[in-house]
T-cell receptor, first 110, second 112 residues
Framework: DAKTTQPPSMDCAEGRAANLPCNHS???????VYWYRQIHSQGPQYIIH???NNETNEMASLIITEDRKSSTLILPHATLRDTAVYYC???????????FGQGTRLTINP | SQTIHQWPATLVQPVGSPLSLECTVEGTSNPNLYWYRQAAGRGLQLLFY??????ISSEVPQNLSASRPQDRQFILSSKKLLLSDSGFYLC???????????FGEGSRLTVL
């Protein structure tokens, strides 16, 4: 079973920041938080991951709370192409398998 | 650069017929390989993973089997398909020690 809880769906206006929450209250000290997204009829795409520090790359920012029990993926300027299902996953680095939950269906509205 | 390919992209099969989906990875060696399935409107379910040639771990009991005859080849099979086998099948790979999975284009199977 997935170790994370995400809202099933969210909406965001184009050009605004999309903030996707994830709860992982049972995360252990050596587990990372990974984010993937899946555009319709395609394979999932890796976005970002982190352990305890906030991370940023060209796609998104990841904010992890100090107690590491929750995190937020931020898409700073959402576009229509960001409409997808976003998955939050916790796993140790080097885990042999990643378990995907139901994710959050993010819809970007014009 | 590394690439992953799986085929066929789509197929329609009758109940009781066999199945073979193939996945190959190029540009890397000794990858971990995975088969996921996504039923319509559902999340991703891990079916099998492999950390080396001939080493297969099954996550859920089912009508399917997997094999890894070569380092960068992963095959998903069934002797007799069921209606419930319909779905979107995804092959993926990563290197041991990395949580970044790379997925193939997917194979959409419809069993009638």
């Amino acid at each position: 079973d997935a170790k994370t809880t995400q809202p099933p769906s969210m909406d965001c206006a184009e050009g605004r920041a999309a903030n996707l929450p994830c709860n992982h209250s049972t995360i252990s000290g050596n587990e990372y938080v990974y984010w993937y997204r899946q555009i319709h009829s395609q394979g999932p795409q890796y976005i970002i991951h982190g352990l305890k520090n906030n991370e940023t790359n060209e796609m998104a920012s990841l904010i992890i709370t100090e107690d590491r029990k929750s995190s937020t993926l931020i898409l700073p300027h959402a576009t229509l192409r960001d409409t997808a299902v976003y998955y939050c996953i916790v796993a140790i680095q080097g885990a042999q398998k990643l378990v995907f939950g139901q994710g959050t269906r993010l819809t970007i509205n014009p | 650069s590394q690439t992953i390919h799986q085929w066929p992209a789509t197929l329609v099969q009758p109940v009781g017929s066999p199945l073979s989906l193939e996945c190959t990875v190029e540009g890397t060696s000794n990858p971990n390989l995975y088969w996921y399935r996504q039923a319509a409107g559902r999340g991703l379910q891990l079916l099998f993973y492999s950390v080396g040639i001939g080493q297969i771990s099954s996550e859920v009991p089912q009508n399917l089997s997997a094999s890894r005859p070569q380092d960068r080849q992963f095959i998903l099979s069934s002797k007799k398909l069921l209606l419930s086998d319909s779905g979107f099948y995804l092959c993926a790979w990563n290197q041991g020690g990395s949580g970044e999975l790379f997925f193939g284009e997917g194979s959409r199977l419809t069993v009638l």
